[in-house]
């Protein structure tokens, strides 16, 4: 059986913001269902999808800031975890 997350457990589970996991949700960087009201995810899913968008970025060498800000952070430590 598949374990099934809200935004707010998400995001408490991974320490991370709720508003990172909208941000990402939104920009269709991450899967998500909805069920009535309420949004759902897939915890492994999420994780392995932040995992390859962390990697694909840091393979293109593509960093448009020299130090990390708190979102290059967050994603670092959910990657690393």
């Known amino acids: 059986m598949m374990l099934l997350m809200s935004i707010k457990e998400y995001a408490e589970s991974r320490s991370i913001s709720e508003k990172l996991v909208r941000k990402l949700m939104l920009a ?15 915890p492994e899913v999420v994780d392995e999808q932040i995992k390859v968008l962390f990697t694909a970025k840091e ?4 960093k448009k800031r020299t130090a990390p800000n ?5 994603l670092k430590a959910l990657v690393t975890t």
Do not use: C, E, W
Request: net charge positive; no cysteine; charged share 25%.
């Open 28 to 42: 269709g960087k991450i899967p998500f269902g909805k069920s009535g009201k309420k949004y759902l995810l897939v």
């Open 70 to 74: 708190a979102f290059h952070a967050a």
């Open 59 to 62: 393979k293109a060498g593509k």
